[in-house]
């Protein structure tokens, strides 16, 4: 097996206007965070397409697969005073 050359991967998050969501916008490959946050703008945000860039290592995420579907997220669907549908949005606000 070949030795892998490859630097770190790094998730990339861009928030488009002040005050927004951070949404994720892919990955880059960087030797630390630094240089992680220079690719991600470089490969992200040539276009001013950003307010803000986070960058954290792939490695220390985790997710659900679909096999986990069912104990992750069935046990919400009686709960549905969890979901907002049962207010009125106020006039003006925003992010809600």
């Given at each position: 097996m070949a030795n892998d050359t490859q630097l770190a991967l790094w998730e990339v998050f861009i928030q488009?206007?002040?005050g927004?969501?951070?949404?994720h916008a892919g990955s880059v490959h960087?030797?630390?965070y630094k240089m992680a946050l220079q690719n991600a703008r470089d490969v992200y945000t040539r276009r001013n397409e950003g307010s803000s860039i986070w960058?954290?290592?792939?490695s220390c995420f985790?997710?659900?697969g679909p096999e986990e579907?069912?104990?992750f997220f069935d046990p919400a669907e009686d709960k549905l005073y969890r979901h907002p549908t049962f207010y009125t949005m106020?006039?003006?606000a925003k992010q809600i």
């Open positions: 488009s206007k002040s927004g969501h951070h949404v960087a030797s630390d960058v954290a290592p792939s985790s997710a659900s579907a069912e104990m106020p006039e003006g």
